[in-house]
């Protein structure tokens, strides 16, 4: 099925540990996007990728860094995991300009 | 940059109940869109939809773009429709999200 597909679904860490989440679409999408679900609150953009070769930051991007790997493919690594990135991310996809976005289902990450 | 503000933050229904839910937002965009968030936590693409009115059985969303706002109405509500709904709009290159309507249907 098309769609965009996150690795791992669930994920717990120690403090100062990291680990590379892992999304990649099969929809040929040219932009994609990481953000962060926190409770009661909407998503939060943490990096996108406008285009292959692209990557900026979004609004909270502090303690990430992200890699475009090819067009399909986008991950997002904490070099030293924080309790306070406890969170649900997820990976989005979309086609340059006014177009929807497609999500992942997600990475529940828990810091400890 | 762009705010987002949706109403009401909780909803209550009863089975077969109709709803409003609204997003209104702060300036001009070129993509708006309302997702679903069931209890598992998936995010589903309800519509895309910038402006006008678009339907999909029971659910249909409507958006002026010019006032700045964006209406989903859901009729005759069944418990599987509970969960949280957001608004998400974008402006230059960054889609925004409301803090979502938060609805519960009780059977």
């Known amino acids: 099925n098309a769609g965009v597909t996150q690795t791992p679904k669930f994920q717990v860490l120690k403090t100062g540990q990291s680990m590379t989440l892992q999304c990649a679409q099969d929809?040929?999408?040219?932009?994609m996007y990481w953000y962060r679900q926190d409770p009661g609150m909407g998503l939060r953009l943490i990096y996108y990728?406008?285009?292959?070769?692209?990557?900026d930051k979004g609004e909270v991007p502090n303690g990430y860094n992200v890699s475009r790997l090819n067009k399909r493919e986008f991950s997002l690594r904490l070099e030293s995991a924080a309790p306070s990135q406890t969170s649900v991310y997820f990976c989005a996809s979309s086609e340059s300009g006014p177009y929807g976005y497609t999500f992942g289902s997600g990475t529940r990450l828990t810091v400890v | 940059g762009i705010q987002v503000e949706q109403s009401p933050p909780d909803l209550i229904l009863q089975e077969g109940a109709n709803s409003t839910l609204r997003c209104n937002f702060s300036d001009s965009v070129n993509n708006l869109q309302w997702f679903h968030q069931n209890p598992w936590g998936q995010l589903i693409n309800l519509f895309y939809?910038?402006?006008g009115t678009k339907q999909n059985g029971r659910l249909s969303a409507t958006t002026v773009a010019t006032e700045r706002y964006s209406l989903l109405y859901i009729s005759s509500s069944q418990t599987t429709d509970s969960g949280v709904y957001f608004c998400?709009?974008?402006?230059?290159?960054?889609?925004?999200f409301g803090t979502g309507t938060r609805l519960l249907v009780s059977p």
């Open positions: 990728s406008a285009s292959e070769g692209t990557t």
């Open positions: 998400a709009v974008k402006g230059f290159q960054k889609l925004v």
């Open positions: 929809m040929n999408h040219n932009s």
């Open positions: 939809i910038p402006s």
